[in-house]
Each structure stands twice: as structure tokens, then as C-alpha cells.
């Protein structure tokens, strides 16, 4: 079930609240916690956060665990925005051969300076030769 907008918002001012409010000095920035990953007690950093109670929120994974999970998340990343290029690359390329095969330029006024600026219509579908 979501949260309505104004419950969010309340969350969100009583964390900043809490935040003005707490002195950084008046609690541990870690403690001892077994790590979400390799499931050991070890020590666990701080947030930079506050619970809506005013508890200070620690990571769940400690250190070691929670810099592998960003290299590893960094190189899904990495991987999504390589595939997202590729796939970019060869809609250029699809457009490209389907500009060339159409004549290489508008039809009503001849522009062929810009690749993105041309665009497909069909004025009479029945006569099309790409199906």
C-alpha cells in the first residue's frame, strides 16, 4: 500500500526535524550490527539520517559489503547505459538506411542538412512499398 503525499511530507519534516534538532555529537556515528551481506557482526556507519522518532538510522551492511554493492550496482549502471548507446547507435543507423532508401532528403522541400529533423509520414498508407 503507498503512502499519501501528505503522510510522505510529514515523514520527510519530522527526519529534517529531527536533524536540526539532535546535536551529531550526542550519539555513536557507528555501532555494531550484523551486515545485511555477509550476515557478521561488525560495524555499521551512520546515515546522515533520523528515524521519524528521532533514532539515528545506520546502514544495514558494513563497510566492505556496502563498497562491493556500490562497484557491482555501479557496473549494472555502466552496463544499462552502454546498452542504452548501442541501441541509440543503431536507430540512427535503421533511420539513416530508411532516409537514403526514401531519396536522402524531404520530399516537399528538399532539406537534408539534419538526420533528426526529417520525419516519416504516410499520406496514403495503400501505397507504401515497406511493409
Not at 10 to 34: A, G
Request: proline residues 3%; contains cysteine.
Amino acid at each position: 500500500m503507498k503512502n499519501s503525499p501528505e503522510t510522505l511530507k510529514k515523514r520527510r519534516e519530522l527526519k529534517k526535524m529531527w536533524k536540526q534538532k539532535i546535536s551529531i555529537n550526542s550519539f555513536p556515528h557507528q555501532i555494531k550490527k550484523v551486515c545485511k551481506d555477509c550476515r557478521e557482526l561488525k560495524m555499521c556507519d551512520w546515515l546522515s539520517s533520523f528515524t521519524q522518532t528521532g533514532n539515528p538510522e545506520y546502514k544495514s551492511r558494513c563497510r566492505e559489503c556496502h563498497n562491493a554493492y556500490l562497484r557491482k550496482r555501479q557496473k549494472l549502471d555502466y552496463v544499462k547505459v552502454a546498452k542504452n548507446k548501442r541501441r541509440k547507435r543503431l536507430l540512427i543507423l535503421r533511420k539513416q538506411k530508411a532516409v537514403d532508401f526514401l531519396g536522402g532528403k524531404c520530399k516537399k522541400c528538399g532539406y537534408k542538412k539534419s538526420l533528426s529533423a526529417l520525419t516519416f509520414h504516410h499520406r496514403n498508407p495503400e501505397e507504401r512499398s515497406l511493409k
